[in-house]
């Protein structure tokens, strides 16, 4: 990859220590240098989605998120399931963002990346969060998947220390992102 990839990321749990957010925090370690990542913090500002406010604006938070998601070439969401699917402030944050004009999903190179405490690693909640961008035009990267399943043990509580395995997906899987931000730019 010739030209610097712009990344935006986004982390779908609110909690200071969550391990979602320690993977987020590692991702440059598994990408190519032409990587630049930004993180979208502010999930907690964004308040419930209300059409009635809508029409009256985008609030700050909503206006910040939809602005660096039209700015960036792909995004990568870190997320933890929540009952087998999507976390509600993350998917409110997409239904915000999504809102014409300008629906900054269109053609958005996107991967999704789960980890969970369970064995499961977080992947009956990709399917959902694939739909939902699905639906948005988004280009999702499906392979290779990235669900970290006993997230905790790999953590000494502020970083982590991955895997071979995992840091093989994981650079597999950024390949792959890199690969299709190529394929939709402009």
């Known amino acids: 990859m010739s030209d610097s990839v712009s990344i935006l990321t986004v982390c779908g749990s609110l909690r200071a220590a969550s391990f979602n957010r320690q993977l987020e925090e590692a991702l440059p370690s598994f990408a190519s240098d032409s990587f630049l990542f930004t993180r979208f913090d502010a999930l907690d500002a964004i308040p419930p989605y209300n059409e009635d406010e809508r029409a009256e604006g985008f609030p700050k938070p909503v206006e910040m998120l939809r602005g660096r998601l039209l700015e960036a070439d792909a995004v990568i969401f870190v997320t933890p399931e929540y009952n087998h699917s999507v976390p509600g402030v993350l998917k409110n944050a997409i239904d915000w963002?999504?809102?014409?004009?300008?629906?900054?999903?269109?053609?958005?190179?996107?991967?999704?990346?789960?980890?969970?405490?369970?064995?499961?690693?977080?992947?009956?909640?990709?399917?959902?969060?694939?739909l939902i961008l699905e639906t948005l035009d988004a280009r999702v990267v499906t392979s290779p998947e990235v669900a970290v399943p006993g997230i905790h043990s790999f953590s000494d509580g502020s970083r982590l220390n991955l895997p071979d395995f995992v840091v093989r997906i994981l650079r597999g899987h950024m390949a792959a992102l890199g690969d299709m931000v190529e394929r939709f730019r402009d």
């Open 97 to 130: 963002a999504s809102r014409p004009p300008d629906q900054p999903f269109a053609n958005k190179p996107v991967s999704i990346m789960t980890s969970s405490l369970s064995p499961f690693g977080g992947i009956r909640c990709q399917p959902h969060l694939r």
